[in-house]
Each structure stands twice: as structure tokens, then as C-alpha cells.
Nanobody, 117 residues
């Protein structure tokens, strides 16, 4: 049974930081591209960042320089370090796993990030 379990969301003030984690089980984690996505109310789910099996990363323009994605294949976990958070970063954040050049095969349940003073 495949499971992706996100954690680390919460309430943070503008300018603050959070670190999200996504622990995977039931898949050969090291071969998957792992991505972080976010969905705000009334909007579509958008890619925030992804990291390939080889460690290559890509980011949405809106988060470049503020967010960092990383992975630990020994722990089957992908992380998203979010710094300088803005109110527009507020959303439910999901992790997803896909084989290269294919749609996401599995999603986590999501973790809420709220940025507010």
C-alpha cells in the first residue's frame, strides 16, 4: 500500500519559515520524482517545486530564492524548506510522486500552511 504522509504545516507570520516533510512508503522512493504542490481555496493545484531521482530541482517562479526542496532517499522523505513566507503562500500543500515524464501517481493528504499576522 502506497502512502505519502505530509507534516510540518501550521500558522506562521509573514516573513517566517516552515519546513514541510513528506514520508513515503510502499514505493521504490529513490526512482521517483517527488514534487510539492499547493492549492489555495478556489484555485487549481499548482506545482511549487520538484526534485528528480538524480537530485535536479525546479521551482515555480513565485518561490524561487525562498523555498528549497530536498530529499533523503535513506529516509524515503522529501522536504520543502519555506523561508520569507508571504500571505500568498497560504494554501494546502501536497506532495506527489511520479515516474519521470509521467503524471503524478500518488498524492499525500495535504498539510495546511497559513501565513497571517
Amino acid at each position: 500500500q502506497v502512502q505519502l504522509v505530509e507534516s510540518g504545516g501550521g500558522l506562521v507570520q509573514p516573513g517566517g519559515s516552515l519546513r514541510l516533510s513528506c514520508a513515503a512508503s510502499g514505493i521504490t522512493f529513490r526512482i521517483y520524482t517527488m514534487g510539492w504542490y499547493r492549492q489555495a481555496p478556489g484555485k487549481q493545484r499548482d506545482l511549487v517545486a520538484h526534485i528528480t531521482s538524480g537530485g535536479s530541482t525546479d521551482y515555480a517562479d513565485s518561490v524561487k530564492g525562498r523555498f528549497t526542496i530536498s530529499r533523503d532517499n535513506a529516509k524515503n522523505t522529501v522536504y520543502l524548506q519555506m523561508n520569507s513566507l508571504k500571505p500568498e503562500d497560504m494554501a494546502v500543500y501536497y506532495c506527489g510522486a511520479n515516474i519521470p515524464r509521467a503524471p503524478v501517481s500518488w498524492w499525500g493528504q495535504g498539510t495546511q500552511v497559513t501565513v497571517s499576522s
